[in-house]
């Protein structure tokens, strides 16, 4: 339970491929340890790297559906569900709290995979609410960082807010037999210790490091880590799950305050 003088925690989770909600492994089971470690939450707002676009919308449905936003995948991962609720009553808390931007509602759009995925092995009762918010990917990092510091109120009403995505995500240059690619480890090492040292302005300017692009040619899995950072605080982060897949996709985790032991 939420005390009342303890803030839920902030997390990014590195979400990877779909399978992870299938596979038994060191991902699924580095999330499960967040999730145990974790006050439980009344809610959960999550900022998904597969709901990016324009304008900023919150989903406001009683029952969200699932969107399986993959192709090529077995089919008993088509088969997973997750029935969580969706909470209506926090999507309009949203709209509320945000001020610098307009905030719409969207009655219609399901869970994606960089939800469900996530949560299906956070939390497998799907027993507590959840609803998105999406990316304006015509924001810029301070703009997106400011709506997480205006979303940062929900901390203390018992709402988990969850950003997933992937610090490196180069799906081009992804190998399952490789190690970590250099340029793939320099670029999670600058991350890691940016938000260690809480430099955020290195952290907006992102695409001047010298593997920026290479780590992230689009990006849409980076830019929730925006969102995060500004809902944290500037508390300083916990790392989890820091291995780099298939030589080009960081698993790392980060968890801003709140845990439990």
């Known amino acids: 339970m939420v005390g009342k003088n303890l803030k839920m925690p902030v997390v990014f989770i590195g979400h990877g ?3 992870n909600a299938i596979e038994d492994n060191e991902f699924a089971k580095g999330w499960q340890g967040i999730a145990a470690k974790t006050p439980r939450p009344k809610a959960i707002l999550c900022i998904s790297a597969h709901w990016y676009g324009e304008g900023t919308f919150v989903t ?3 029952t969200p559906g699932l969107i399986y936003d993959f192709y090529g995948f077995p089919e008993e991962l088509y088969g997973k569900q997750y029935p969580a609720k969706g909470a209506p009553a926090l999507a309009l808390r949203v709209k509320e709290a945000v001020k610098s931007v307009k905030v719409r509602l969207d009655e219609i759009r399901g869970l994606d995979h960089g939800t469900w995925v996530v949560l299906y092995r956070m939390y497998p009762e799907a027993d507590i609410p959840v609803i998105q918010l999406s990316i304006d990917g015509n924001l810029s990092p ?3 960082f ?3 510091q205006e979303l940062s109120v929900l901390r203390d009403e018992g709402v988990l807010i969850l950003g997933s995505g992937n610090i490196v995500h180069n799906l081009s240059l992804v190998d399952y037999d490789a190690n970590p690619y250099d340029w793939a ?6 991350v890691s210790k940016s938000l260690e040292q809480k430099d955020t302005k290195a952290l907006f300017e992102w695409k001047q490091n010298k593997n920026g692009k290479l780590a992230n040619p689009f990006e849409d899995h980076f830019v929730p880590l925006f969102y995060v950072l500004g809902a944290s605080g500037g508390e300083t982060p916990r790392f989890s799950v820091e291995n780099i897949f298939a ?3 960081s ?8 845990l439990d032991g």
Do not use: H, N, T, Y
């Open 185 to 190: 480890k320099e670029f999670d090492g600058f």
């Open 251 to 258: 698993m790392r985790c980060a968890v801003f305050g709140g």
């Open 60 to 62: 406001s449905a009683i």
């Open 247 to 249: 030589g080009s996709l």
């Open 146 to 148: 400011k709506i997480g």
């Open 17 to 19: 491929s779909p399978m």
């Open 142 to 144: 301070k703009e997106q």
